[in-house]
């Protein structure tokens, strides 16, 4: 079966500039969750998304944001790179919403965006 | 800030020998958590997790501890491997949220 998927694999932009990312959930999942990890840091949320809705935020600005599709697939877009935005974008799938239940959260690959 | 944290960055092991990596978290609202590997190049991967109403938890070579007392977690790899090398990352998620909050990491390397 194929897992998380996420693309492109790497990006590079420049300051000022827009980047939307992509991420394709397992078949069945229907909540898709954004983190951000900086080289050297674990993984710190952004965003989390269920039946097509936001149902949790992490402490990001407004220049990030996402959305989720009928299919359960979902873009995460920045606006305004600034250098700091460099990272690795990491995007994860869940059957349910985790937090009505214990349920795994499966990371795809990740998307390497570098902002010159 | 954090809640998260790990006591040791980097951790240096002998092949065979058994790994402990530790983890400690400050928030009591927190009813689950997972260890992550992240090798290089690669999401996380999840390993193994545990429910706050438990104090341990094992699987293929790896056992998950909770002291909630102490708010600590720890995972210990049995029989290290070269293919053990990589980041790990302890994870914890709060009472009625979804989303997860992890530490910073700690690197193992496993020396043959």
Redesign the interface.
Known sequence: DAGVTQSPTHLIKTRGQQVTLRCSPISGHKSVSWYQQVLGQGPQFIFQYYEKEERGRGNFPDRFSARQFPNYSSELNVNALLLGDSALYLCASSIRLAGSSYNEQFFGPGTRLTVL | G?S?GLHLPTLSVQEGDNSIINCAYSNSASD?F?W?KQES??????II?I?SNMDKRQGQRVTVLLNKTVKHLSLQIAATQPGDSAVY?C?E?RR??????????TKLSVKP
């Open positions: 954090e998260v689950y997972i992550y190049g690669k999401g996380p991967q999840f997790d429910r990352f994870a998620k009625g949220q979804g989303n997860l909050i992890f530490g910073k990491g």
